[in-house]
């Protein structure tokens, strides 16, 4: 079993890579200044694998103008990945435009903990790693093989996520934007007694709420 300490951990900076892609070579230092989406499928001409790269693909507008980039990768060739999207276009007439990375080695994978002996020793599981302008990784989601991801979700995590960022502030469940963000909770009993006063919406002293 993969000594977890060697996965990648919240808050710290992503594994660095160069890897060859199907729009050339790409690394991590590339997206600097810029989110990276990072993404993991189990494998090219699968059912479940093609709806999500058609659902990444139709949102890959919204995340650009989100200043975030897509990036796939699977256990397959970059003939694979060529010929399969190529597959897609011709078939659902959807043109994938972000890149793929090769992944044969599974240099990347194992770096990503992206391969999960549990569910399989040769193919990546649905892993979904984001990444922030600094090269610090700020969420991970895993699927299981069987389960497509909802891309819907990830606009709206990358949205919280940036609103945080931007504001210092938390993001309650199921947050949308335009909804209220909550306040961060006083540290101190002086600041507990103030914060009354501040002008929140509080419904009690470790919970207010404001718009933005």
Known sequence: ????ATFPHLNEAAPDFNAKTTHGDRQLADYKGKWLILFSHPADFTPVCTTEFIGFQKHAETFRGMNCELLGL??????????????????FG????FPIIEDIKMDVAKAYGMVHPGA????????????????????????PMSNGRSIDEFVRLL????????????????????CDVIV??????????????????????YYSTKSL
């Open 159 to 178: 949205q919280a996520m940036q609103t945080s960022d931007a504001n210092k502030v938390a993001t309650p469940e199921g947050w949308t934007p335009g």
């Open 94 to 97: 959807v043109e994938i435009s």
């Open 184 to 205: 961060p909770p006083p540290k101190s009993p002086d600041a507990i007694k103030a914060r009354l006063a501040e002008g929140y919406k509080t419904t009690d002293w």
């Open 74 to 91: 699977s256990i397959d060739s970059l003939y694979s990945h060529l010929a399969w999207t190529q597959n897609i276009k011709e078939k």
């Open 120 to 143: 399989a020793d040769t193919q990546a599981v649905r892993a979904t790693f984001f990444i922030d302008p600094n090269g610090i990784l700020r969420a991970m989601v895993y699927y």
């Open 1 to 4: 079993m993969e000594n977890l």
